[in-house]
């Protein structure tokens, strides 16, 4: 009887408090409905000689409003709202609609549904593999539609319980980007 229970005890200690899977990591990334940060972006990019960097803030706020705002090297802004994407650069301003460009909004459908813990819409347009446990995972991104593909070959998000910390980008003509996020403290 003592084994018994001890073998039972030592079975229970050995199975994880929680299952970490993607339901588990989206249900956790739902749970911020907005937020703000710090960027360091490396671009890596085949016909410079070296990397650019940039810094700036990010912000986010559920459904679907996402800002860039690159502060270094030179000043740019970066707002997707809605269905809308907005670039201001040198005093111009760029409009696009996503719904004009399929890819395109695919690829910002892949930041929207990571951070807003959307697994179905993630899964409309990648297939998804999940590494690593609550403390350290990382989220990898594959195009499962060949007009994404085109542009991006891998998306790769890493982070710590319901934190996107870093995203990894590979693109189909090898060009390739890091960009590390530290979250502002609420």
Same mark, same amino acid.
């Given at each position: 009887?003592?084994?018994?229970?001890?073998?039972?005890?030592?079975?229970?200690?050995?199975?994880?408090?929680?299952?970490?899977?993607?339901?588990?990591?989206?249900?956790?990334?739902?749970?911020?409905?907005?937020?703000?940060?710090?960027?360091?972006?490396?671009?890596?990019?085949?016909?410079?000689?070296?990397?650019?960097?940039?810094?700036?803030?990010?912000?986010?706020?559920?459904?679907?409003?996402?800002?860039?705002?690159?502060?270094?090297?030179?000043?740019?802004?970066?707002?997707?709202?809605?269905?809308? &994407? !907005? @670039?201001?650069? +040198?005093?111009?301003?760029? %409009? =696009?609609? #996503?719904?004009?460009?399929?890819?395109?909004? /695919?690829?910002?459908?892949?930041?929207?549904?990571?951070?807003?813990?959307?697994?179905?819409?993630?899964?409309?347009?990648?297939? &998804? !593999? @999940?590494?690593? +446990?609550?403390?350290?995972? %990382? =989220?990898? #991104?594959?195009?499962?539609?060949?007009?994404? /593909?085109?542009?991006?070959?891998?998306?790769?998000?890493?982070?710590?319980?319901?934190?996107?910390?870093?995203?990894?980008?590979?693109?189909?003509?090898?060009?390739?980007?890091?960009?590390?996020?530290?979250?502002?403290?609420?």
């Amino acid at each position: 009887m003592k084994r018994a229970v001890a073998s039972l005890a030592l079975l229970v200690l050995a199975l994880p408090a929680c299952a970490w899977d993607l339901t588990t990591l989206m249900a956790e990334l739902a749970r911020r409905p907005q937020g703000r940060a710090r960027f360091v972006e490396t671009k890596t990019i085949a016909l410079l000689d070296r990397p650019v960097v940039s810094s700036g803030e990010l912000r986010f706020a559920a459904p679907d409003r996402l800002e860039k705002r690159t502060l270094k090297p030179r000043p740019e802004s970066l707002v997707l709202a809605g269905d809308v &994407l !907005t @670039l201001e650069r +040198d005093r111009r301003k760029y %409009t =696009l609609r #996503l719904s004009e460009q399929p890819a395109a909004l /695919a690829f910002v459908d892949s930041l929207r549904g990571t951070l807003t813990g959307d697994l179905a819409a993630l899964r409309k347009s990648y297939k &998804l !593999t @999940l590494a690593g +446990d609550e403390k350290q995972w %990382t =989220l990898d #991104l594959l195009p499962d539609d060949q007009r994404i /593909a085109a542009f991006v070959l891998r998306i790769t998000f890493g982070g710590s319980h319901d934190r996107v910390e870093w995203i990894r980008y590979l693109q189909a003509d090898g060009d390739s980007a890091l960009m590390t996020i530290e979250a502002e403290q609420p």
